[in-house]
């Protein structure tokens, strides 16, 4: 299988990278400031990519040949608002036939499942708030899906990783936090899996 990783570079970009590769399969990791030409990062089903997503032609040309997109972008400053819905509009202008996001539990569709004091605390994203819930509206439109997560931690591998619909999302007073890893895992399990699930999803910790 191919799979283009967008956000390779950072944090669960480059666990979407490492597990893919390690289930066999053929990666286009894009990144603005790839480290995966690093020496020691040599993979002969690893093709580097350096783009912006904010640079529509040469993001353009990064996924013209994509089938499956996986993201794990990020804003990390403030000065980056605005690079998750350029994201989301270049990975679905790709025409790939599954784009997988990442996304924040508690944010656009799941909002009010999360409840009003998570809600209260995401506000203080400020402007990344709208960011993320218009990057994920752009994903969810086209029919991928998007993972809403919890905090996400630098822990191992879930022992329980696996996706609930939101429907199905648990009523708590704070999500719970997951590890990047199992965020990884659980987006390439929906990627490989025969019949793709679109929609919000939830990953278990």
């Not at 944010?107 to 998570?118: D, F, M, Q, R, V």
């Not at 879930?158 to 895992?185: C, I, Q």
Request: glycine share 12%.
């Amino acid at each position: 299988m191919r799979i283009t990783v967008l956000g390779a570079s950072g944090a669960t970009g480059r666990l979407l990278v490492e597990q893919a590769l390690g289930r066999g399969h053929h990666v286009t990791a894009i990144a603005r400031n790839p480290a995966f030409s690093e020496p020691g990062h040599e993979h002969d089903r690893l093709t580097v990519v350096r783009a912006d997503v904010r640079d529509t032609a040469a993001i353009t040309a990064a996924l013209r040949d994509a089938t499956t997109i996986v993201s794990g972008l990020g804003v990390s400053h403030r000065n980056q608002v605005g690079v998750l819905t350029a994201g989301a509009r270049a990975a679905v202008a790709s025409g790939a036939g599954r784009v997988l996001w990442m996304g924040a539990y508690g944010t656009g569709a799941s909002a009010a499942a999360a409840g009003p004091l998570t809600r209260t605390l995401l506000r203080f994203l400020g402007p990344e708030l709208p960011d993320k819930v218009t990057a994920d509206t752009l994903v969810l439109d086209a029919g991928g899906a998007v993972f809403h997560c919890g905090p996400l931690t630098n822990g191992p591998l879930g022992e329980r990783r696996g996706v609930s619909p939101l429907s199905a999302a648990p009523r708590t007073l704070f999500p719970t936090r997951v590890s990047r890893a199992t965020v990884a895992a659980t987006m390439l399990d929906v990627a490989e899996a025969p019949g793709f699930t679109s929609g919000v999803l939830i990953p278990a910790a």
